[in-house]
């Protein structure tokens, strides 16, 4: 290197420049920072189909399948989205996937695993859809929406988009909205409503059957206030809580007020019905079941606040409840501690009931005591800490039930970027999944029957129950283009109609 030095100092200026500039352009560069994605690739390659089935193998249920990507397609069908309709016009799979940058719908019939009809869509909404008699609706938070021809051909290949937009009035809902065969019923924040919209003869929510709650002089006492958790709804009812404190029942078809008894406090579950008894929580610690006339069915005082849905099935009723307790933290001019009361998970609680039947008047509706020992308060047949699990479906005298555990992994300016692209479309889109589970249980006692019975799900992107007595089956679905239907037989049906 010396040497070198002493030549460089006998050669002219100008050579010497010449050659620090050769040299330096003969250095490699150092990379460049570039974009990242912190979001798993889209799969290029795909699992046999045997690499799956072999992982629900174990379950006590029969196994049906479907591949997106058909005969032809080397490539697989990216999956985004999984859904499963039963209603009175038929039972169905829609699957949205990514294809090439384009999104399409598939409608597969539940039962012989056949295509319906696949079509493109304008965009992923961050609703789950709404089926009606004839169409299917999309709608995102905007109240932006696209309706799609539900029942009538071509088959495949042809747009099957009818009508896209915004309903009449700007709808901006403030929940996420519901249908039935006949209706979408839509929150709206613009006049703190509940909208009726009619789906009978157009998708664009106009005819004489739209409604609108509540008309002056309607909507029981106190002041109407903004609805903020998705409604139920069935084809004669939509049950909705109100800020107010208050669960209404109004007429599906015309918007008439039925009732709306009074909670006594705020409510963190969405109503259900079932059975024709509508459920739903109050922060005072309770759970209601009421009847749509507005009579108290039952009411059981919980181990905590009820939140999250509830799920009601067989005359079981699954309940989660949050846990009351209070946290010292320092006050805003940082000198000194308060005490307010917070909330941390608390159960997931199973219930029973019993309808009895009374000759010549209406049946009584019974909570099973969980623990007769203890008189002044009904108990639970079983309950376990609440992991945010859920109860997937109940079928010979089992609870499958899956136990998912999810983080945030995303900068918020990864999301606002992500979002851009159209990546991101959900709040599930920002989780990243750590551990997926599937446990079958004892339904009357709560304990995994056999050790087998706890299945690795982290392949299966999209797991969905089927809770109709027609249809008892787990629906599941892989990223790159596969979806499952595990199931049972039982007295009516075997996995079908």
């Known amino acids: 290197m010396k040497s070198l030095t002493r030549a460089m100092t006998c050669l002219p200026p100008a050579l010497i420049t010449l050659f620090v500039l050769t040299s330096s352009c003969a250095i490699p560069p150092q990379a460049r920072a570039t974009t990242r994605n912190p979001l798993p690739p889209d799969p290029a390659n795909r699992q046999p189909l045997s690499y799956y089935e072999a992982q629900l193998a174990e379950l006590p249920l029969r196994i049906k399948s479907y591949d997106l990507t058909g005969t032809q397609r080397r490539q697989p069908v990216v999956v985004r989205d999984m859904f499963v309709i039963h209603d009175d016009v038929r039972d169905e799979i829609l699957v949205i996937d990514a294809d ?17 009809w696949k079509t493109m869509i304008e965009k992923r909404v961050d609703f789950d859809p709404l089926p009606t008699r004839n169409y299917i609706h999309l709608m995102n938070r905007d109240g932006e929406f696209q309706g799609y021809d539900r029942l009538s051909s071509p088959r495949e290949g042809e747009s099957r988009l009818v009508s896209k937009g915004r309903f009449e009035g700007d709808i901006f809902p403030s929940a996420a909205p519901v249908s039935n065969d006949t209706h979408l019923f839509l929150p709206a924040t613009n006049n703190n409503a509940m909208r009726g919209l009619s789906m009978i003869s157009h998708a664009d929510g106009e005819g004489a059957e739209t409604w609108t709650f509540p008309r002056v002089g309607e909507g029981g006492e106190g002041k109407f206030m903004q609805i903020s958790m998705q409604a139920a709804a069935d084809r004669e009812t939509v049950a909705f809580v109100n800020n107010n404190n208050n669960l209404y029942m109004v007429d599906a078809q015309s918007g008439e007020f039925r009732a709306s008894p009074n909670l006594d406090a705020h409510s963190r579950t969405p109503p259900v019905i079932k059975d024709d008894l509508v459920f739903v929580g109050s922060d005072v610690g309770q759970l209601f079941a009421w009847q749509k006339s507005g009579e108290a ?36 001019d940082g000198k000194s501690t308060i005490v307010r009361t917070a909330t941390r998970p608390g159960l997931l609680s199973a219930y029973r009931y019993e309808v009895v039947d009374v ?39 089992r609870a499958f039930m899956l136990y998912e555990e999810t983080q945030e992994f995303l900068t918020e300016r990864e999301k606002a970027t992500l979002r851009d692209a159209g990546r991101i479309v959900k709040k599930s889109d920002e989780l990243r999944t750590v551990s997926r589970e599937l446990r079958v249980l004892d339904l009357n006692t709560g304990l995994l029957q056999r050790p087998e019975w706890n299945l690795n799900l982290l392949d299966f992107d999209f797991v969905q129950g089927s809770m109709e007595e027609r249809d008892r089956a787990i629906y599941l679905a892989t990223k790159d283009g596969y979806v499952f239907k595990v199931y049972g037989d039982n007295k009516r049906t075997a996995g079908g109609k």
């Not at 039952?298 to 009723?317: A, I, Q």
């Not at 002044?376 to 109940?394: A, N, R, T």
């Open 100 to 116: 090439g940058g384009d999104n399409h719908m598939w409608s597969i019939d539940a039962y012989d695993f056949t295509l319906h």
């Open 297 to 332: 069915a039952w009411v059981l005082t919980t181990e905590g606040v009820p939140y999250g849905k509830v799920f009601v099935e067989d005359r079981w009723v699954f309940v989660r409840t949050l846990d009351l307790y209070d946290e010292e933290v320092v006050s805003d």
């Open 359 to 397: 000759a010549n008047d209406r049946p009584v509706y019974r909570l099973v005591d969980g623990d007769p020992s203890t008189a002044w308060k009904i108990d639970p047949i079983w309950s376990e800490p609440d992991v945010g699990q859920q109860v997937l479906m109940l079928h010979s005298g």
